[in-house]
């Protein structure tokens, strides 16, 4: 029988191991303490899969000035359109070419898509060769003696509506079959962000202006149960969402039931921020829907998001207003619902629907990546991440250095939360730090902050002191005349003529006062702090500093040029209407709270012209919003500071 080693003798021989282990690792100059490595990292785009949404066809329209604004498009889906037929076995016959070019479209301008499946769309007339109104339902069950469709003429005033026949034994078992055989396609489908699922008008969990008949023209509370558990399996790996609505008792069992509130979905709100959107503005039914389905934690798993309100025709037109509609502003109401993406298609026709601003609220909303810290010993990188967005990422994403990945994943990660992260492999370079994911188009990047103004490390960066991850600032007093004075919400300027990069704000660096009104929130000009003048009207620009950091007699870097400001913090010089200015840093932080912009001269219209006249023609041309505009814009614009109209 062999002798077992003594105790003794083993505990050497692994002091032994261990201590030639070290040598070789010394010998090899792999063994090192725990060493910072420095970053310096800003957010420069809309991050991936959040934001605001256009439809496919204005998407395209608006390419040129809108599309590195979004990262989204939106698109009703028909089953009718991708299924052919049904095998004798219960297989369904498929053809997704429709779907498949509706996706190749969307990634083709570097967007993914959110797609909704319906039945019902009130006056409906996307199903070709149908009569306005029918159903979506595939053919070959539409063909079945046992399956009888329902109408109305006009429910809710929203035109003719057929409705599904939801007695019918196949349409159940198809509507289940459905969404398992599209998850299984479509699950690593980098082109596809987000699915929204339900029933009746839209999907939205109602068909008012028609009685309601469970079981016949929307579906029973049994099946509702039993397909919401079976799609929370199938689309596992395809974060969806239901529609706020749902937490009507009328029309499903989901709130009083805590098995189906459990499961994994999320939530969009297609009336978003209308007049009566909250609690304590008449009946604030969308609060209540909020708060009964989703019970302030849901977005924690599930995805958020919706519509802008079309109550009133110029709520989508609004909603971008930096001041607010309704008593609240964008940023706002993006943080308090914790909003991914919302479809804002009519915004761009409006005066605040701007590329530029655009990009400021799809990045006031999802997630927002930060590295707090970041060390390495030689063979590993160790990171301390947050998330300074409004949201968590609802996809799985690592941070990566060349082709090593970490194990451990940013999916989930809640605003505030900290991370501790390690990848197996040396960072030598701070620009090798990369995030990887499998879930978004080739040509996107989720980007990530670090080092200066991140909220990282630093004083005041986004993510803490006045940025989407702090507190709301105090709402700023509006000025008289926001035409002439420019303050800030947040890094959101109240004029078009100005625009901001790379900017952070605060709202406790003290205060100045103008005109008798007192403004607290201010742009912190950081050394990559860039802001952009661009005047409408000829005439004297002023920048006005102040705050706890004296501005008196610093200097600013104005179009390249150093320039000093006064005793009081001020510097004025004269501008052209349609010329770009460029502020920036020096060598002191200080901060900017006004600009106050040339006033509108008094010349009136110069001329009536045909949109395509050429006098002035290489001059910018801008509309009475402060917007550049092309040559075959209608209306009145503005060249080198005169009116002209052009029809």
Known sequence: MMKRPSLILLLLLSAVSYAQADAKRLQNGTAQEWAPVELNKKITHPQPMTGLVLWPAEAESRNSTHGGSITLEYSYCLPCLVVKGC?????????????????ND???RGHQLVARFRYEYPNGDDIPGAKKGATAVPQYIKDRSDYHETHADNPGGDGPTDYADWSNAELKRFTKVFYTDFAERYKNDKRLAFVEVGFGHWSEYHIYGTDLKLGVNFPSWEYQAEFLKYVSTALKDIPWAISIDASDEEYTPIVGSSELMALNFGLFDDSFMHQN????????????????IGAGTRWKTGVCGGEISYYKGSDQKNFLNPAGMYGHTWEEQAKKYH??????????????????????ATMASGYRICVKSCETNGTATRLTVTNNGVAPLYRDAFFAIGDVRSTTSLKGLLPGQELTIEIAANLSNANDLKIACDCILDTQEIEFEAGEGSGGSGEGGEGGEGGEGGDNPTPTPTPTDDATICYFTGTNPSSNQVQLASSNYSTSKGAVTYGGKEYKNCIKMESKTEITITPTHSGTVTLIYGGSTSPANQSVVLNGQKVTLDANGQYSFEATAGTTYTLKKDQVQIFLFLILLPEATATGIESIHNSQFTIHNDAPMFNLAGQRVGKGYKGIVIRNGKKYMQK
């Not at 095998?87 to 996706?103: A, H, K, M, P, V």
């Not at 959107?277 to 609060?287: A, L, P, R």
């Not at 298609?345 to 400021?360: L, M, V």
Request: with cysteine; proline share 2%; glycine share 10%.
């Open 87 to 103: 095998n004798s076995d219960g297989s369904i016959q498929y053809d997704w070419t429709w779907f498949d070019n509706l996706l």
């Open 106 to 108: 969307v990634a083709s």
């Open 277 to 292: 959107h909250e609690i304590g503005t008449k009946d604030g039914y969308n609060e209540e829907c909020w708060n009964a």
């Open 339 to 360: 909003i991914t993406f919302m479809i804002a298609n009519d915004a761009p026709s409006g005066s605040y629907g701007t590329g530029a601003r655009f990009k400021e």
